[in-house]
């Protein structure tokens, strides 16, 4: 893991904030979802990128019921 020699309080509210140049690099935009990870004593921000509920697929996702599910997903489904 790369430091990045950057150090943010956490504000009273549990915020911190993460800095621009960062999010530039990382394509990540103001109003992008972000994932929270936990790795032992480590939080780790990822871009999130939805994937199927079923199979992990990233591409033609529908919602449904709040879940994301791919199309060969519903496919496989509407056959059973």
Do not use: Q, W
């Not at 800095?19 to 871009?47: C, F, H, S």
């Amino acid at each position: 893991m790369k430091s990045t020699g950057i150090v943010r309080n956490i504000d009273e509210l549990g915020r911190v904030v993460v800095p621009k140049e960062l999010r530039k690099m990382l394509g990540i935009a103001n109003t992008d979802p972000v994932e929270i990870y936990v790795e032992g004593e480590k939080i780790i921000l990822t871009k999130y990128h939805p994937v199927c509920h079923f199979c992990g697929a990233s591409s033609g996702l529908v919602e449904y019921k709040e879940k994301k599910i791919c199309e060969d997903c519903i496919k496989a489904l509407a056959e059973k």
